[in-house]
Nanobody, 115 residues
Framework: QVQLVESGGGLVQPGGSLRLSCATSHYIFDWYTIDWYRQGPGMQRLLVAS???????YYADSVKGRFTISVDRDKTAVYLQIDSLQSEDTAVYYC?????????WGQGTRVTVSS
């Protein structure tokens, strides 16, 4: 069993920033991957960023330069720093991992970008 709990979403004006958190029930080993997905209104759920316990990262082209994914020093949480928010970033953001060939998802945290 793996538990993921997201937090940090909210209503932000364009150009603002948010820091999303994903608390995990297990230690994030160097080989262990945590992902952030988002699902906008009427859109497919898509991968936006990933990080391994060793610190290696991946970003979707749409968020490069604005989003930063990181693990905390205790390696029990993953963060997503979002800067220069755009209306197109409006979505529910989900934390995800695959463990022993089983997908685990958090409950999601909603980000709304509006003026």
């Amino acid at each position: 069993q793996v538990q993921l709990v997201e937090s940090g979403g909210g209503l932000v004006q364009p150009g603002g920033s948010l820091r999303l958190s994903c608390a995990t029930s297990h230690y994030i080993f160097d080989w262990y991957t945590i992902d952030w997905y988002r699902q906008g209104p009427g859109m497919q759920r898509l991968l936006v960023a990933s990080i391994k316990g060793d610190g290696s990262t991946y970003y979707a082209d749409s968020v490069k330069g604005r989003f930063t994914i990181s693990v905390d020093r205790d390696k029990t949480a993953v963060y997503l720093q979002i800067d220069s928010l755009q209306s197109e970033d409006t979505a529910v953001y989900y934390c995800h991992t695959n463990y022993n060939h089983y997908d685990y998802w958090g409950q999601g945290t909603r980000v709304t970008v509006s003026s």
